[in-house]
C-alpha cells in the first residue's frame, strides 16, 4: 500500500549524513509496523517522508500504484493521516481542534463525540481546552484528531513515549483496535521494543539509512 | 497668516541641539556620537541635496521625469527592503516591488488624480511627496512583517505542520502566523490614527501651519494623507504575505523550512 522505492532523505540543512539512503521498503495494508531505532537515527524525518511533509532528495514514494510526488496533496494528506511526537492543536477547546481538523480535510459535518469514542474519551471533553488536559488525553485528542480525514494510513510518532505503563498500555490496546476496526496500515514509531513487540505485526529497525525487518 | 522663512544661519543653529544630545551620549558612555555625527552630516547633506534636486525637477516637468523618479524610488526602496531582512528570501525584492507598485499606483490614482488633482495630474510638486510616503510606509510595514512573519513560522512550525499533515491548503496553515504579523506591523499605524492630534501634530501638518497655511486647510490635508498612509500600510503588508506564502510554502504544499534558516543565505 506504501512503498519506498530507493528513497534518499538528508536532514533538513543537507549536513551529515543522509537519514534515508536507498531505502526500499513495502508497508503492506491492513499491517501494523513498529519502527524501531536509537534517537536521532532519522524516524520522525521517515514519517513526515511519506506524510508528504517533506519533499525526498531522490527516489519515490508509491500509494497504491501512484506516486505520493504527483498526486494532489490534499488527498495525499487525507488518506495518510500523521500523528506527531509533540500534542500541538490548532485550537483551543477539544470540539474546535476536531471541527478545524475537518474543515481542513475538506469534510463539513462531523459528529466530534464519535471520534472521541474512538479514544475512548467521553464527550465531557468537548468543551475543555486542550492545552490544558494531561499529556495522555493530549494525545489521545490527537490521535482522534488523525481519524477525522478518514485515513487508510495512520502513521503515530511515539505515541506512547511521554506515558506511564499503564496509560501507554491503555494507548496501545487503543490503537489496535482502531487500526484493526478499519483495516488501517499503521506505522508506528517507537523507542520501547517491549511496545513495538507488543503492538507490530511487523517490527522494522531503522539503521544506517535503511528500514529492515526484525526477526521476531 | 504669516510664512517663516529660515536663513542657512538659522538652520546651522539647529546644530546645537545636535551638540546636547552629542554631549549627553558623551557623558553616559553610551557610544553614539559617532553614529550622531555621521547622521547629522548626512541628513544635512542628502537633504540639501534633495531641496535642489527637487527645485530643479520642479521646473522640468514632465511625464516622463514622473515615471523615471518613481521607478527609481521604487527599485531603491525594493532594494532596502531585501538588505533589512535578517534572512535572505530568493525572490523578496520582487515581492517588495509589486507590494509597493501596487500602493503607489493606487495612492497616485486616489489622492493625487481624484482628490488633490493638480494640473498636470503627475505633478511633481504632489506626487513626489506623496510617493516618498507611501514607499517609505509601505517597505516599513513590509519589512516589519516579513521578518515577524519569519520569526512567528519557526514558532508556530508544530502546528503549521499539523494543520497541512491533516490537508490543510498552505494559505489556511499560515493563517494564524500572517495574522500576527499583520498586527504587529500595523499597530503602529493603527494606534497613530487613534491618537493623532491629541499628543503630536503630525509631520505633513506641523510643515503646512509653520509654511503659513491656515490649520483648518492643513488638517484637511492631513487626514487624506493618514487615510492614504493606513491604507497603502494595510495593501503592502497583505500584498507582500500573500505573496510570502508562495515562496515559503511549495507547489507541493511543504514548508521550505531550509528557507528560515539564516544559514541559507548563499
Ligand atoms: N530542522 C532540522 N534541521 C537540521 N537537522 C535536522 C532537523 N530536523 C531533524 N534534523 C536531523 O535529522 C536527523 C533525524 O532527525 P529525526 O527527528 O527524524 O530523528 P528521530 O529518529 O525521530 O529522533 P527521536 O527519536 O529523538 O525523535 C537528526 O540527526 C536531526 O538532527
Ligand atoms: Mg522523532
Known sequence: MLKLESVWKYARNHTGPAVLRDCSYHFVAGRIYAVLGPSGVGKTTLLKTLNHLLPLDRGRILFGDEDIALMPPQQVRRQVSMQFQTPAFLADTVEEELRSAARFCGRDHINPSEFLELVRLNSDFLPLMAKTLSIGEQQRVCLARTLVTLPRVLLLDEPTAALDDSTAEFVIETIRSISRAAGLLTILVTHRKDHAAELGDVVVQLDGGQLMDQDS | ?266
Open chain 2, 1 to 266: 497668516m504669516k510664512s517663516y522663512i529660515l536663513g542657512y544661519d538659522d538652520v546651522a543653529l539647529s546644530l546645537l541641539l545636535m551638540a546636547i544630545a552629542i554631549l549627553l551620549s558623551r557623558l553616559r558612555s553610551l557610544k553614539l556620537e559617532r553614529n550622531l555625527a555621521i547622521g547629522t552630516v548626512r541628513s544635512f547633506a542628502q537633504l540639501t541635496l534633495i531641496g535642489f534636486a527637487l527645485k530643479f525637477l520642479f521646473a522640468h516637468q514632465s511625464l516622463l521625469t514622473f515615471g523615471a523618479i518613481a521607478t527609481i524610488m521604487l527599485l531603491v526602496a525594493s532594494y532596502e527592503g531585501v538588505r533589512r531582512q535578517t534572512v535572505r528570501l530568493p525572490g523578496f525584492f520582487f515581492i517588495i516591488l509589486i507590494s509597493l507598485s501596487a500602493a503607489l499606483i493606487l495612492s497616485l490614482a486616489v489622492v493625487v488624480a481624484l482628490i488633490i488633482s493638480p494640473d498636470p495630474w503627475y505633478n511633481l510638486v504632489v506626487s513626489i511627496p506623496l510617493s516618498g510616503m507611501v514607499l517609505g510606509n509601505g517597505l516599513n510595514v513590509i519589512s516589519l512583517a516579513a521578518n515577524r512573519l519569519m520569526g512567528e513560522m519557526k514558532l508556530r512550525s508544530a502546528e503549521i505542520e499539523v494543520a497541512l499533515s491533516l490537508g490543510a491548503p498552505p494559505a489556511a496553515a499560515l493563517q494564524p502566523a500572517i495574522k500576527e504579523s499583520l498586527t504587529a506591523a500595523l499597530i503602529p499605524a493603527i494606534n497613530a490614527l487613534m491618537t493623532v492630534g491629541l499628543v503630536q501634530l503630525p509631520g505633513v501638518m506641523t510643515g503646512q501651519i509653520l509654511a503659513g497655511q491656515p490649520p483648518v486647510e492643513a488638517v484637511k490635508f492631513q487626514i487624506v494623507i493618514m487615510m492614504m498612509w493606513v491604507t497603502t500600510g494595510v495593501i503592502c503588508g497583505v500584498a507582500a504575505t500573500a505573496m510570502m506564502r508562495y515562496l515559503l510554502i511549495n507547489k507541493r504544499w511543504q514548508v521550505r523550512w531550509e528557507l528560515l534558516e539564516p544559514t541559507s543565505s548563499a
